[in-house]
């Protein structure tokens, strides 16, 4: 089956959640991204196979007996990890609160799971759920199970490719920042009450001074050397303003793929671009 799953940092435990189900989880193997790990849920056993990054993952289970699990959990050693997990409702949504015990006390994660990638997008955050974590490799659970509790949740960033097509030649809309020295994608913090799509279209217009929808289901994540996660959605392009409100602060270009891309100031951030647009002329 294809899991598709949402973390969050949780600051305590919400009311109402009533008791929990104790886990205890091992990882017998672990590669980029592959896991094979076994469960006891309960006074249940597993044994799971988990393939993908991120957001997005495929997963294989099957169940066991308690004497299969007890053969396989010494080759865990030094994988391990214990949490209790207390499920609650949030509209059609079941979240999921894991507390960890042990060496990773006191650390909360809330998982959300959803039947499409277009339906995670516009999922609204109960007031609980802190900052996103899917795709922050400190917190997956095989890096908790080796490594220990992170240090604080690295904060994120969500940035708009504003695209459209000109003589059937992709081209990428592409602003300056303020001081108007490098040239970047509009970007912004998230909001609390907007899907990250609606924020990138929010930025686009306010930045870049463009107008137009996000295309569901596509993204990516870009890890830029010093500076936060960044999730880039493509937004097609349906009006080129000629006023904006940053308009004097910063330069916009409609240029051809490759020229926009040479003229992204972050290595980083080209790579990341070029992932994306590639998926846009497939």
Partial sequence: MIEIERKFLVTSLPAGMGGGTPILQGYLAYEEHLEVRIRQYGDKHFLTVKEGPGLLRRETEIEITLNQFRALWPSTEGRRLE???FLAQHGPYRVAVDRYQGDLEPLLVAKVGFA???????????DYLGQ???D?????SISLAIH???GPALEYQIGALPFLFRGGRLHLVIVTNTAQTRWIIPKGQPEPDMSR???AVMEAMEEAGVIGNCLPGFRVLCQRKGEKTLYVYPLKVTTLLKKWPEMEWRKRAVLPLNKALKMISDPDLAQCLQRLASRLVA
């Fill in 83 to 85: 949490k209790v997990r």
């Fill in 116 to 126: 499409s990638v277009e339906e995670s997008e516009l999922f609204r955050q109960p």
């Fill in 132 to 134: 996103e974590i899917t």
């Fill in 136 to 140: 922050v490799e400190a917190y997956k």
């Fill in 148 to 150: 220990g509790i992170p």
């Fill in 197 to 199: 799509q609606d924020v």
